[in-house]
């Protein structure tokens, strides 16, 4: 499994301490341009962005202006402010062979999932459930730790959430 994924996605799990997670459950982490230049000089993540993340590069000039007119036209057809999270849609759906976009950014995921696999990271415990890398009650200390930043992240969600992995 293959994802392309987003600052903010990164920069929140190594705040709650799963940044980790990611490389367990992905074969591959790509990058667009400007989430690797955002990510490269954050202390924290430096040494996920020089080992476990892959740059998207392109091959040519072509392909660089493809990327960018793509970026562009989705833009205004989406409606995102952020064009880092456009940059991650573009890289998963048309530059890297990724089975998914990975954002923490419930407007990025509400405008682009109508388009393609787009997973939001609270719900990275479905993932790593199936891949036997978390328990459920491993499940419920991540979600939990979502709800200890501050302010929390996606408390409504995270809740709900909760509520259901503890009726099973």
Known sequence: MKCVIDTSAASLLE???YLEILSEIYDKIYAPPAVFEELRPYH???EFVETILTP???????DRRRFDSLVRRWSKKV?????????VFIGYKYFTDADEALYA??????????????RDICRLYERAEERGIFTRKKSIDFLESFLNLEPPYRPIVIK???????EY
Request: a negative charge.
């Open 15 to 17: 705040r709650i301490g």
């Open 44 to 46: 924290p993540t430096k």
């Open 56 to 62: 998207i590069i392109f091959k040519t000039d072509k």
């Open 79 to 87: 409606d995102l402010e952020d064009v880092a999270d456009i940059e």
């Open 105 to 118: 950014n419930k407007e990025a995921e509400a405008k682009l999932s109508p388009y393609g696999s787009v």
């Open 160 to 166: 709900n959430l909760l509520e259901g992995l503890a």
